[in-house]
């Protein structure tokens, strides 16, 4: 049986100022989306709301229609977005290769597993401990079709959630 995939879209961008890396995330967020931050001496956990206090070094947000990357480079952020939907957003370049898309659910981890050993939480948007089963994660993978290999593997959620 062949796989189906869909059109995929890649975007890049290096040296976002903190103020424009905000921006991108009011425009793409939606009811559903979702964050993990990481900091130097601590993460997150997902969150259903972005945390006031910001200075993380990297993120994500995921939602249905894409995930968003960013991470600490240099004097702003470098981004990367991974998207069912194309985006045309200033200095964003696409990345080279003929992307292709098929998501797959994905399971969680124990979250008292020692891997992490402060603990895995997720929250909601008052910040509140829930269930992670209740959140109906799934991956999306980004294959080349032209190499035919997965170059990204993004979060998403059922948009029915």
């Not at 995930?67 to 702003?76: D, M, P, Q």
């Not at 109906?136 to 993978?141: L, N």
Request: proline fraction near 3%.
């Amino acid at each position: 049986m062949k796989e189906e995939f869909a059109s995929g879209y890649v975007y890049h961008k290096q040296l976002v100022a903190s103020d424009e890396l905000s921006t991108l995330i009011t425009q793409v967020s939606n009811s559903q989306s979702y964050y993990f931050l990481r900091y130097s001496h601590a993460v997150t956990g997902i969150c259903r709301k972005l945390p006031h206090e910001r200075g993380e070094i990297e993120g994500q947000l995921f939602n249905p229609i894409c995930e968003i990357r960013w991470k600490k480079y240099k004097s702003g952020y470098e981004v990367l977005i991974l998207s069912q939907q194309e985006f045309n957003l200033e200095g964003f370049e696409n990345l080279n290769g003929n992307w292709e898309i098929c998501d797959r659910d994905a399971y969680w981890h124990n979250p008292e597993e020692t891997r992490f050993p402060k603990g895995f939480t997720f929250k909601d948007e008052n910040h509140q401990a829930i269930n992670p089963k209740d959140i109906s994660i799934k991956q999306r993978y980004f294959k080349d079709s032209t190499t035919a290999t997965i170059h990204f593997v993004a979060l998403t959620v059922n948009e029915n959630d």
